[in-house]
């Protein structure tokens, strides 16, 4: 089975759309694994769910998901979040909450764990090293029992390997096989990087060959803004994706 691995789309259609032509390019994917935030920040909440339903999913919560159904307190948002929650929110239907509501906070799929944050605290802890002790990371690993975990949260592309919890940078087209060593990995934001490349980031995982694969892949970042611009959503969410930050 091969798996197209998304995570933080951050209702970014247009990115979305080029990562799946990209990677059935490569090949193609028979399902797709969703590691959180669909929603939140951008313009087409509604179309990047629907996309996404379109095709077998497995898929868990991320904060701004939790939030966009009133099922998280908005208290850790920043202001522009927090209105992009409230307008996220306006958009919704009663099926896109109830799909939003029925995501796990982390399950295994095909013997890999997906979640969001961190294995401890799958909706808020940041997976990177400034905001982890290294006993967290090491306490990390032991609060998944599968070779891998797949994350997301952070918008950043890495993977931390549990022998020297060393977090390393995801290149493009590089390649791992993800039983080798037990690993936490986080294929980047496909709807907002903030590793300073505007490239909508993502992977595909072939499970026949143990082989995760990790893209780059330039998108239509001014056709996204303006629809941003449109909804009267903060201007911040429109010009940061310009800069991947
Ligand atoms: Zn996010």
């Known amino acids: 089975m091969r ?16 990562v799946m032509c990209h990677a059935e390019a490569q090949g193609g994917f028979e399902s797709i694994w969703c590691l959180g935030d669909i929603v939140g920040y951008g313009a087409d909440p509604v179309p990047c769910i629907d996309l996404l339903r379109s ?92 070779p891998s975990c797949l994350v997301g949260h952070s918008h950043i592309p890495f993977m931390c390997i549990e022998d020297d919890a060393q977090f390393i940078a995801l290149q493009p087209a590089q390649r791992k096989l993800l039983s080798q060593a037990r690993c936490v990995v986080n294929p980047g934001s496909v709807g907002q990087p903030r590793d300073e490349d505007s490239r ?29 611009i449109a909804a009267g959503l903060p201007d911040i969410l429109a010009s940061r994706l310009s800069d991947g930050r």
């Not at 798996?3 to 080029?18: F, R």
């Not at 409230?86 to 979640?115: C, K, Y």
């Open 3 to 18: 798996y197209l691995v998304v995570a933080d789309i951050h209702s970014n259609l247009e990115a979305l759309q080029t």
């Open 55 to 146: 095709y077998p999913l497995a898929s868990v919560s991320g904060n701004h998901d939790l939030a966009a159904i009133d099922m998280l307190s908005m208290d850790e948002f920043n202001g522009y979040a927090r209105e992009a929650v409230l307008w996220t929110r306006q958009q919704l239907g009663l099926d896109d909450r109830e799909f939003l509501a029925g995501n796990p906070l982390s399950r295994v799929e095909d013997g890999v764990t997906l979640l969001h944050g961190t294995p401890r605290n799958p909706i808020w802890d940041n997976y990177l090293p400034q905001f982890l002790s290294k006993d967290h990371v090491a306490d990390s690993f032991l609060q998944f029992s599968t």
């Open 200 to 228: 909508a980031a993502y992977a595909l995982y072939d499970a026949e060959t143990d082989t995760f694969t990790h893209y780059r892949v330039e998108y239509d970042i001014e056709a996204t803004q303006a629809k941003i």
